[in-house]
């Protein structure tokens, strides 16, 4: 095996929670800094958390109504053939 090609290992680094909580892991990297561990994940504590999914749905649908208000107002602004066009493309047919 090469020599030096490993990175460090630490018997004891330290992982921070956001919670508070700390303990001690093996890692590559001296302090690990996570957002979740299991002394605060739902599935752990019993604790139900809420996740807002309504409001994805909510602009979801409020993208796909201003898209059928854009198309409304174009359907509206398109110039109608007058009679003089349509005899005039029914010659050249």
């Keep these: 095996m090469k020599k ?3 990175p460090k290992y630490y018997k004891q680094a330290e992982v921070i929670c956001t919670c508070g909580n700390r303990f ?3 890692s590559t990297k001296p302090i690990l800094k996570i957002e979740v561990c299991s002394r605060c994940h739902p599935h752990f504590t019993g604790a139900d958390k809420i996740v807002d ?3 994805r ?4 649908q409020a993208r796909i ?3 059928e ?5 174009l359907k509206t ?3 109608k053939p007058s009679s003089k066009d349509e005899s005039t493309r029914n010659r050249n047919t």
């Design 65 to 67: 109504l201003k898209h």
């Design 69 to 73: 208000q854009i198309l409304q107002t």
């Design 77 to 79: 602004q398109r110039k």
């Design 53 to 55: 999914k309504a409001g």
């Design 57 to 60: 749905i909510d602009k979801f």
């Design 4 to 6: 030096e090609i490993h």
């Design 24 to 26: 001690f892991v093996g």
